[in-house]
């Protein structure tokens, strides 16, 4: 007889079964009336415990269940703590897992950015040595075309003045004997009745003064040669000494253009950034910033006055704070004079400026010397609004003059102030304050620390127009720092000089960068 081996439940069987139970009863009790005269006596079957089953399953359940109902609020806490407890490792594991994957994923896009910088680096190298090399050719073959030309010019007037002057003499002696042959063939011709010997004594004289005039003629042609022959070497001279003279100017111009062109740098890195190499070091700037980009590939730098007064002012071991840093072309100017050695504080609200100003922070290797905050210093700390420009440098905190160039409506930035920032007692060597109008604003939040620095230096910028957007005056405008015992120079925007101007040009002018100090101070010894 096969048998059939259950590993588990089966629900179809169970179904079958209590199937044919139910209805085993009803099929036995129709046979039973078919076949009237056949009396069949049953004994009691299982099927008909089955009431009794269902019955007591079902109390079970209601029992079970109000068991359950009174057990839950005290079973399930204690539930819910021992799942946590017996996942808390596998939470902690998993934790560590993204740590480690978070590292290491850290550590193969430093690398990889330090490959694309190295890479970078030297393609710039070539291209550069390349230029030098080919300029430095063509600046050889043009000086050896100029001598050559110049030697064969010199050597060709020559030739044609002693031509003309050994041609000149041949002729003056062949007039000079023709008309000495002619006048005695006369002589004799008119003298014929004469004396042989006064015939003889003309001939003798004439002879004489023929040969005195053709020496006196050779001496005179000589030295009219001599004279000839030095003027034209003193004018060959001369025009030596002026092709000589523009040749010089020509190649100091070909310098300026060759070593301007080696600076004008600029690589596309994506993500709307754009390399550029200036005076300072490489620099990131915005690829929609065209207005920076055009000045920067043109010369080079921003404001050079003011970018020369700086490192002839900062030291090593210096401190130095940029309010208003834009993209970091005076925050690199400060770190070089500085040598990598003090301390840079900077200040940037916009977040993009602010995110390539730290690059380019890092890039020129100053990152450790400079600490950037992504705020607009101001007289209160918290929030305010800052108006975007058409460039980086002119937002402001104040609304600008309507722009096609600066549609971009305004966004809320955190505010700071230098005395809530900056420790009291910190040692500040020079501060540069560019904050488009807000520069009263600065010097209100940070009266304490320039009232602890007696040999502070400011550089702050003055413009007509942000007085007019803010409702104030220049005397008010000076006033403000004539109270804290400052004095005023006008930094020279070509050559960082300090000069004096009187208030009526200061009011002239549309923009202009100043430089503060006391009178006692040491700042002034600086640039002295």
């Not at 109902?69 to 939470?91: E, H, T």
């Not at 073959?141 to 002057?165: F, K, N």
């Not at 915005?286 to 920067?296: E, F, G, I, K, R």
């Not at 730290?358 to 010397?369: D, H, P, R, T, V």
């Amino acid at each position: 007889m096969n048998s059939i081996a259950r590993t588990g439940l089966d629900i179809k069987v169970a179904f079958e079964s209590g199937f044919k139970r139910k209805t085993l009863p009803v099929s036995r009790h129709e046979d039973i009336q078919d076949n009237i005269p056949i009396v069949t006596v049953h004994a009691p079957s299982d099927s008909d415990k089955v009431p009794h089953q269902i019955w007591f399953k079902r109390l079970l359940r209601a029992v079970a269940k109000y068991i359950y109902r009174l057990l839950k609020p005290a079973v399930r806490p204690i539930a819910f703590r021992v799942r946590r407890y017996l996942i808390d490792g596998l939470r902690q594991e998993i934790q560590q897992e993204i740590q480690r994957a978070s590292a290491a994923t850290a550590q193969e896009i430093q690398q990889e950015i330090q490959r694309a910088s190295a890479a970078t680096a030297q393609e710039i190298q070539q291209e550069i040595q390349t230029a030098s090399a080919a300029t430095a050719q063509e600046i050889q073959q043009e000086i050896q075309r100029a001598s050559a030309a110049t030697a064969q010019e010199i050597q060709q007037e020559i030739q044609t003045a002693s031509a003309a002057t050994a041609q000149e003499i041949q002729q003056e002696i062949q007039t000079a004997s023709a008309a000495t042959a002619q006048e005695i063939q006369q002589e004799i011709q008119t003298a014929s009745a004469a004396t042989a010997q006064e015939i003889q004594q003309e001939i003798q004289t004439a002879s004489a003064a023929t040969a005195q005039e053709i020496q006196q003629e050779i001496q005179t042609a000589s030295a009219a040669t001599a004279q000839e022959i030095q003027r034209a070497s003193a004018s060959t001279l001369a025009s030596f000494q002026l092709l000589r003279g523009d040749l010089l100017s020509r190649l100091d111009l070909i310098e300026i253009y060759t070593a301007g062109a080696a600076r004008k740098i600029a690589i596309n890195c994506g993500a709307g950034e754009v390399l550029v190499r200036t005076q300072v070091g490489f620099l990131l700037c915005a690829a929609s910033d065209h207005a920076l980009l055009s000045c920067l590939l043109d010369t080079g730098e921003l404001e050079r006055g003011t970018r020369i007064l700086i490192q002839k002012y900062l030291r090593p071991g210096d401190v130095y704070v940029d309010v208003g840093a834009n993209v970091g072309m005076h925050t690199l100017a400060a770190a070089r004079a500085m040598q990598g050695q003090g301390k840079i504080i900077a200040f940037e609200p916009f977040e993009p400026t602010m995110r390539m100003l730290e690059k380019s922070i890092w890039m020129n290797g100053f990152s450790k010397m400079t600490e950037i905050h992504q705020a607009a210093v101001s007289n209160t700390a918290g929030h305010k609004q800052l108006f975007i420009g058409a460039t980086s440098g002119h937002h402001s905190l104040f609304p600008l003059e309507p722009s096609p160039n600066n549609a971009q409506g305004p966004m809320e930035v955190t505010s700071v102030r230098l005395d809530g920032v900056i420790a009291s007692g910190q040692r500040i060597d020079l501060m540069k304050i560019d904050a488009e109008g807000a520069e009263l604003e600065v010097i209100e939040g940070g009266t304490s620390l320039i009232a602890g620095n007696p040999d502070i230096a400011l550089i702050v910028e003055f413009g007509s127009s942000h007085l007019r957007r803010i409702g104030s005056t220049p005397s008010q405008w000076f006033a403000s720092f004539s109270q804290l015992g400052l004095d005023c120079r006008v930094i020279n925007h070509e050559s960082g000089a300090l000069e004096c101007w009187s208030l009526d040009e200061l009011e002239q002018t549309e923009s202009v960068n100043l430089f503060f100090a006391r009178a006692e101070s040491a700042a002034w010894g600086r640039l002295s």
